[in-house]
T-cell receptor, first 113, second 117 residues
Framework: AQSVSQHNHHVILSEAASLELGCNYS??????LFWYVQYPGQHLQLLLK??????LVKGIKGFEAEFIKSKFSFNLRKPSVQWSDTAEYFC???????????FGTGTRLKVLA | GAVVSQHPSRVICKSGTSVKIECRSL??????MFWYRQFPKQSLMLMAT?????????EQGVEKDKFLINHASLTLSTLTVTSAHPEDSSFYIC?????????????FGDGTRLSIL
């Protein structure tokens, strides 16, 4: 079955620390990949997306993610986190040509000021 | 950017009542809308795909008679939880897609927290 794994459920970092959140998926075909962020009390917002081309994708607020096809991974990174990055982060996989999105269980990030 | 409005944001009601949740695309036409359910500390699970002018497509294990979906216009889809029971308590989120499958990210509503007493 198709699935998305986010191995880190809770992450606590100090400001200026570097961040990497893991995302692995199981699906053999072509996929589109997304990271969404949900700030406290707000709706899901798109952070970045990958459809094709350069596997290193840059998103908003200094986030980037790298698609490694051989590892079925799409890890999210940020070199220096801020207190305002405190939120829950969801990785999502969309099999190409379908509407279906498969979400990971989310990673709750807390950044200490 | 594209905005999806979901209403109400929170509902508390007695067991046995039916609850309707609305999902509207405010500044674009959404031929397809999606309904998700999220349990605490779990992922968003797709319940059904709502297509304007046709019947919704339900995911395996989702009772279509329990969760009635109506997508009557290009900007509105509704989810009605019929004869709700405590086990239906959850966070329901809708999203909308204006483009062809897979070429545009989905836009999400704020979600509705449903609590059945």
């Amino acid at each position: 079955a198709q699935s998305v794994s986010q191995h880190n459920h809770h992450v606590i970092l100090s400001e200026a620390a570097s961040l990497e959140l893991g995302c692995n998926y199981s699906y053999g075909g072509t996929v589109n990949l997304f990271w969404y962020v949900q700030y406290p009390g707000q709706h899901l917002q798109l952070l970045l997306k990958y459809f094709s081309g350069d596997p290193l994708v840059k998103g908003i607020k200094g986030f980037e993610a790298e698609f490694i096809k051989s590892k079925f991974s799409f890890n999210l990174r940020k070199p220096s986190v801020q207190w305002s990055d405190t939120a829950e982060y969801f990785c999502a996989v969309n099999p190409s040509g379908t509407y279906k999105y498969i979400f990971g269980t989310g990673t709750r990030l807390k950044v200490l000021a | 950017g594209a905005v999806v409005s979901q209403h109400p944001s929170r509902v508390i009601c007695k067991s046995g009542t039916s609850v309707k949740i609305e999902c509207r695309s405010l500044d674009f036409q959404a031929t397809t809308m999606f309904w998700y359910r999220q349990f605490p500390k779990q992922s968003l699970m797709l319940m059904a795909t709502s297509n304007e002018g046709s019947k919704a497509t339900y995911e395996q294990g989702v009772e279509k008679d329990k969760f009635l979906i109506n997508h009557a216009s290009l900007t509105l889809s509704t989810l009605t939880v019929t004869s709700a029971h405590p086990e239906d308590s959850s966070f329901y989120i809708c999203s909308a897609d204006a483009g062809r499958a897979g070429n545009q990210p989905q836009h999400f509503g704020d979600g509705t927290r449903l609590s059945i007493l």
